[in-house]
């Protein structure tokens, strides 16, 4: 039997799409409703199977779910689930994929109602690619999924909205939302600046001399920009506390550069290494 | 028949070993003496079939050979060019495979004789993985190797270096040391210090929390420190110059993202995002 009878998912891009086929793949759910604002898109969702019904409106798509996943760029995040709270039962499970979570969950707790059961995630899965096309069953598999109760979520919502990503094959992270968007800031959103800078800063007339290294550095660059402008504003404390402390360390290198000490350049690569050899692959 | 009798190959880690196997593999030599200090790496590579013989020194593996390539650590390169100039053949062709080029080039010209054949490279092949274990016989397969001839250089010797690299499955890219110098240090040698930075800056406590894109940001800060740092430094003025273009980009995300800049924002990450679909994966 499947734990739910109706799972809505606001937004089939890569990560909507991917819930959805993962619901179905594991069977987890008897309908799949997946709505967005445009029926060409939803229609590529539910030909790749990610989806089994669609609507146009969230209203009408969540008026029947146990669970609803907003899956939709961070400024439209809170929106929606207020709207989905406003659409579905009142018992339904209410949570969201937003690469930030602080003021995404202080908007929604700001207006939602006391009877609702909203708990904020974060997989950590997304990829420079976008759209359903990319959707895969398995992109949950051995991922974290970071979960981000605050006071107001009772113990039964959180370990609902985290049983449902571990039936997903996640690992599930509970952390606040502000501890959330301190860490991704610099695992994350830091990063996501960094790569950008590395490939504004690279002349056209050298891209051929480009090779792995340039493009690992640089993969993440080709994310939406629209999206990550949003991720960047919602963090953007803690987004710029880590880039000061980053810009302090690249300013150490240039330093040690300019001196052509040996042993503070090497000192500064090892510190990175070790860091890097804990994470592996 | 083979192109090569005897093909000399002074450091046998990831490119030296893969510069053995791919001429084993496309029979181009009927003799590969792997140069090395220490016997067991040796006896390493030669069980891995990348090299058919072993020396410990220079001066008696480079005997007989008719190409040696010197793939050991930049700072070491001039010298062990010269001393492999010395115990070659007088028409043996010499090439290396160092990540900088101009330093390297003006300490061999000042020494070695006007009879000799000398023409430096720069196989863009390299990796966070070192040691022969690594080695590929198709790591150059559709890689770039850059082909730096001076005023000093021959057509000819010029030539027969290129052929050796194409013959490897390479293209080949003719530039100038300094030129090479220059696009390296904003292709690689920046990427490298600053994907070094982001892992650097990432506490041990989020490393639970770092995904797909720190990952590929930080890959190649696992890179040798003692190696990068005399590339680093090896280029230190090019490198000093690519960071400061790549320091003012970042000051001028800061400052977008301080004045909540939302429009420029977008339009440096957009900027990134254009080099970095005109490279692809």
């Known amino acids: ?35 967005g604002r ?26 029947k779910a146990d669970i609803v996943i907003v899956c939709t760029p961070v400024s439209d995040i809170a929106g929606h689930i207020l709207q989905a709270a406003a659409a579905a039962p009142s018992t339904a499970l ?13 908007d929604v707790e700001a207006a939602i109602g006391a009877d609702k059961h909203f708990v904020g995630s974060h997989p950590l899965a997304g990829s420079e ?7 895969r069953a398995d992109l ?28 997903l094959g996640a690992s599930v992270l509970i952390m606040t939302p502000d501890a959330h968007d301190r860490a991704l800031a610099s695992t994350s959103h830091l990063p996501h600046l960094v790569a ?12 051929p001399v480009t090779a792995g290294g340039w493009r690992d550095v640089t993969r993440i660059a080709a994310g939406d920009p629209e999206l990550w402008t949003q991720i960047l504003l919602e963090n ?24 052509g000490d040996k042993r503070r350049l090497n000192q500064l690569l090892t510190e990175g290494k070790q860091v890097r050899d804990a994470v592996g692959n």
């Open 1 to 35: 039997m499947s734990r739910f009878k109706t799972v809505a998912i606001v937004g089939v891009g890569l990560i909507g799409g991917s819930i959805g086929l993962a619901v179905r793949d594991r069977k987890l759910a008897a309908a799949v409703v997946g709505i």
């Open 38 to 63: 445009t029926a060409p898109k939803l229609k590529k969702a539910k030909d790749l199977g990610a989806i089994t019904e669609t609507s146009l409106t969230i209203e009408e798509g969540a008026e």
């Open 94 to 106: 209410l949570t969201d994929a937003g690469s930030t979570k602080r003021k995404i969950i202080a």
């Open 129 to 135: 690619k976008t759209g359903a096309e990319h959707a």
């Open 140 to 167: 949950f598999n051995g991922r974290v999924v970071v979960v981000t109760p605050t006071r107001r979520t009772s113990n039964g919502d959180m370990q609902a909205v985290a049983d449902f990503w571990s039936g």
């Open 196 to 207: 950008s800078a590395v490939a504004a800063k690279t002349a056209q007339v050298d891209l």
């Open 236 to 259: 953007r404390e803690h987004v710029l506390k880590s880039l000061a402390g980053f810009e302090k360390t690249v300013a150490a290198f240039r330093t040690a550069l300019e001196r």
